[in-house]
């Protein structure tokens, strides 16, 4: 759908607004509050990027809203994989992918065109983080000179600055690279590459990483947690990718009851090679129940976590030092004709280094090795 809205000296035009909508519902935001953050009173923060696509790139006054300009190919692209990208959405609801909320075109008269997209921020909300990096897993041109010391310049820092260092997850750790391996194999698919792997992180206040849940809590995260997604088509109720209010996470493990047909969920953690169910006082299991197999089967196949008690919990995941802010981003570049050309051209170029402009399978295989020796 295209819906056109004419206004003093410009108009804009705003595509597959109801499928977006749908979309900003199943992640929990309240449409009053999308529309009073994207019209604030308050200018946009622009945010200046050394980007080779030469986009503008933008924040909300809030910061929670990333708005950025495409080509017409592009927009075309992601309207043309709107479906499979909820679908995928849905299948994964925890996935670490960018939420695209809004595409809209701005035409002004005797201007070119201009096409842009509203993006959910990765790095929300950023008050305390420390370091802000961009991962691609290779090594030409992923260097970028830090910021001064006491400069309030923000500068997002590449593979070669994060050298020596760890992602530390620990029981996280899993969840992590899982994820990460079943949304590179959907970009892979779309035969796309030269995406990034965003990531911030701040420490954990002292309360953080010591509080204790409490049954009501768990009942609650495990719940909303396992909170299964439906089509557009098939509801208008947010029920997707989850605003879910929750702290630490870990994978959900359910039990059958074989003479009742039902099965309890409970939160599972591996301590010192044991592996340690959650459960009430009263040895009642921690969380909501589900009603057969194959829906048990679908809990873990969509790999599932309990995320944190934060805002922006699908991009939130928390260590034993430190929370981290990750996302995947920037998934519109196709591996057509002239990028093969330029994978040849940088083969000459930098003999025996690692590039960004490799094949789709490369490119995922790369990134997930690249991810897998630098966590831990």
Not at 109 to 127: A, C, G, N, T, W
Request: proline share 5%; net charge positive.
């Amino acid at each position: 759908m295209e819906v056109t809205q004419i206004h003093e000296g410009f108009r804009m035009e705003t595509y597959a607004g109801p499928v977006f909508a749908w979309l900003r519902r199943c992640l929990g935001m309240d449409e009053r509050e999308y529309q009073r953050s994207l019209a604030s009173h308050g200018c946009y923060l622009q945010f200046i990027s050394n980007s080779k696509s030469k986009a503008d790139f933008f924040l909300t006054n809030d910061k929670r809203f990333f708005l950025k300009t495409q080509s017409k190919r592009e927009v075309n692209f992601l309207l043309s994989n709107l479906r499979i990208y909820l679908e995928h959405l849905e299948k994964y609801p925890h996935s670490l992918l960018v939420k695209f909320l809004g595409v809209h075109r701005l035409k002004i008269p005797r201007q070119k065109l201009k096409y842009f997209i509203v993006m959910q921020s990765v790095f929300y909300p950023d008050e305390r983080i420390q370091a802000r990096y961009d991962f691609k897993g290779c090594e030409v041109s992923r260097w970028t000179d830090p910021a001064p010391e006491g400069s309030q310049v923000i500068v997002v820092l590449k593979d070669l600055n994060f050298e020596g260092k760890q992602i530390v997850l620990d029981q996280q750790r899993s969840w992590f690279l899982r994820q990460v391996d079943i949304d590179t194999s959907f970009l892979q698919r779309l035969n796309v590459l030269d995406y990034s792997l965003l990531l911030a992180h701040q420490p954990l206040h002292q309360d953080e990483r010591q509080q204790g849940l409490s049954f009501a809590t768990l009942v609650m995260r495990t719940a909303k947690s396992m909170n299964v997604g439906s089509s557009p088509s098939q509801s208008s109720h947010a029920s997707v990718p989850g605003a879910v209010p929750e702290e630490d996470s870990t994978l959900l493990v359910a039990q059958l009851d074989r003479q009742t047909d039902r099965c309890r969920v409970v939160e599972t953690r591996l301590i010192d090679g044991r592996d340690l169910q959650s459960e009430s006082p009263g040895g009642q299991a921690l969380g909501a129940e589900v009603g057969t197999d194959s829906e048990l089967e679908e809990i873990w196949a969509q790999n599932r976590r309990l995320l944190p008690g934060t805002k922006n919990p699908l991009h939130v995941i928390d260590g034993p030092e430190l929370r981290y802010f990750v996302g995947i981003i920037d998934i519109f570049t196709v591996y057509g004709f002239r990028k093969k050309l330029e994978h040849l051209w940088k083969r000459l170029r930098y003999p025996g280094r690692t590039f960004s402009t490799v094949s789709p399978p490369a490119y995922a295989c790369r990134l997930r090795q690249w991810v897998q020796g630098h966590t831990q």
